[in-house]
């Protein structure tokens, strides 16, 4: 397929530019199995959409401050978005700056900070912070929330929380499982109540996510890479579920690739790594039956998971019919329930 075959013109009106005041409060558009099986529901209906029997597959990933302002000795401005921490002390980072900064380049932040240019790899820099100055403990202090590049507005306060899912655990993502954004600990417990099982996966997002496709055949572009992990504890959750009749929903593209991800063999397996996992319509899927998840992105690598997930077509459908119903897209948008019909 080509990159073409992805494109959908959305009004910037639709763009949602900030969190509703409840996590909650979101639309939720249910999509079956062919082009009539649209209905529009509230997020909280997902009590009524999910079964006893069921259980939910959360990405705990947790999003780092990992937005810096700085500038160069000489004075240049400069703007890190770390990528990856590869150690106590370094990381691998987009910069930005009126010149790319050279080898051995110092950046300087507030509060006395500062790094240097190590080195390039591709579009990243390595970076090296002082030896009493750990990357997690710089940007706890001066970090700022990565808001992705659609949402045209600085950061606030409120988005240290509301960029953050109320599961995060295992810090280490600089975009945020949006889908999960949609959950609060009132739905939880309803859905526990009910007797819907949770299992958890890690990956960390990268700013890759937001990254358009820049070759128009699909099978030329390269996938950016990300770190997951499946543990035996959800796989004999996910075996547990399957065996009662349940199905495993997984929440957001992120847990679908981390899950089809340890799949690869053949069969799902513990795992961890990194992945560079690019679906596709045509790829079949192992281990979802059904998902949730935002919008996405024109000619983005998830709005192509999606409809590999549910159908091309289908897919192409339901955007235009939430495009003319006014549902709100991206980070802090509105919802989808999908199921598989690879």
């Known amino acids: 397929m080509y990159k073409s075959d992805f494109i959908y013109s959305l009004p910037k009106a639709l763009i949602a530019q900030e969190p509703l005041v409840d996590r909650t409060g979101s639309r939720l558009m249910q999509v079956g199995a062919d082009q ?42 400069v703007e890190l978005l770390i990528e990856r921490i590869i150690s106590e002390y370094s ?11 050279k080898p051995n380049t110092v950046i300087e932040f507030d509060q006395g900070y500062s790094c240097q240019v ?39 306060t409120q988005d240290k929380e509301r960029y953050q899912t109320v599961f995060s655990k295992h810090e280490g993502a600089v975009a945020a499982p949006t889908a999960g954004l949609h959950f609060d600990h009132v739905i939880l417990k309803a859905l526990k109540d009910k007797g819907v099982k949770f299992a958890y996966v890690t990956l960390h997002v990268g700013s890759g996510t937001f ?31 399957r065996k009662g009749g349940g199905r495993v929903i997984a929440v957001g593209t992120t847990a679908v690739r981390a899950l089809e991800s340890a799949s690869v063999s053949g069969a799902l397996l513990p795992s961890l790594g990194f992945t560079d996992l690019f679906i596709t319509p045509g790829y079949k899927f192992m281990s979802v039956d059904a998902m949730i998840t935002n919008f996405h992105l024109s000619e983005s690598t998830l709005l192509m998971l999606v409809s590999a997930f549910s159908g091309h077509e289908l897919i192409k459908s339901a955007y235009q019919c939430a495009i003319a119903q006014k549902y709100r897209f991206f980070s802090y948008g509105d919802a989808m329930f999908l199921q598989n019909n690879s």
């Open 211 to 241: 990254q358009p496709v820049r070759v128009e055949r699909l099978n030329e572009h390269v996938m950016h890479q990300e770190y997951y992990e499946v543990t035996d504890d959800t796989l004999q959750a996910i075996a547990e579920a």
């Open 118 to 156: 190590m080195g390039r790899h591709g579009d990243l820099f390595e970076v090296v912070f002082e030896s009493s100055q750990s990357v997690f403990s710089v940007l706890n202090k001066i970090g700022h929330v990565p808001l992705p590049p659609y949402i045209q507005r600085p950061d606030k």
């Open 36 to 77: 009539h099986s649209i209905t529009h529901l509230r997020f909280l209906d997902l009590i009524d959409l999910v079964e006893d029997k069921d259980i939910l597959i959360f990405n705990d990933t947790r999003v780092i401050p990992a937005r810096l302002w700085g500038k160069k000795q000489t004075g240049g401005k």
């Open 91 to 101: 990381a691998l980072t987009h910069i930005r700056a009126s010149k790319t900064p």
